[in-house]
C-alpha cells in the first residue's frame, strides 16, 4: 500500500524559498507536486519519473522558480521553490501514478494530505 507524506510547508514573505517534501513509501513510475487554491481545480506543478528521473513542469514561468528532485535512497521527492510570490499561496499535494505518462496531469491517482504554503 503505497502512502504519500508531504512536509515542509509553511509561511514566508515574498521572494523567500521553500522546500517541500514528499516521502513516499512504496513504487510508483511518477511522483508530482500538485497545488489548489479554495475555489479553484488543482493543478499540477511539476512530475519526475522514477528510476530515469525525467522531470516535467507545468510551464516555463514555474520551471524558472521550482524545481523538483528525488532522493531515491531515502524514497523522498522535493519541491524546491524560490522567489515565491503571493499568487504561490496554495495547499501543495503530492501524487503519484503508476502509468507512463509523468506529464499527463489527470493519471495521478494517489494522494498525499497536503502542506499548506502561505506566502506574503
Known amino acids: 500500500h503505497v502512502q504519500l507524506v508531504e512536509s515542509g510547508g509553511g509561511s514566508v514573505q515574498a521572494g523567500g524559498s521553500l522546500r517541500l517534501s514528499c516521502a513516499v513509501s512504496?513504487?510508483?513510475?511518477?511522483v508530482a507536486w500538485f497545488r489548489q487554491v479554495p475555489g479553484k481545480a488543482r493543478e499540477g506543478v511539476a512530475s519526475i519519473s522514477s528510476p530515469v528521473g525525467t522531470t516535467y513542469y507545468r510551464d516555463d514561468s514555474l520551471k524558472g522558480r521550482f524545481t523538483i528532485s528525488r532522493d531515491s535512497a531515502k524514497n523522498t521527492v522535493y519541491l524546491e521553490m524560490y522567489g515565491l510570490e503571493p499568487g504561490d499561496t496554495a495547499m501543495y499535494y503530492c501524487a503519484a501514478h503508476s502509468g507512463a505518462l509523468c506529464d499527463s496531469w489527470t493519471l495521478y491517482n494517489l494522494w498525499g494530505q497536503g502542506t499548506q504554503v502561505t506566502v506574503s
Open positions: 512504496g513504487y510508483r513510475h511518477c
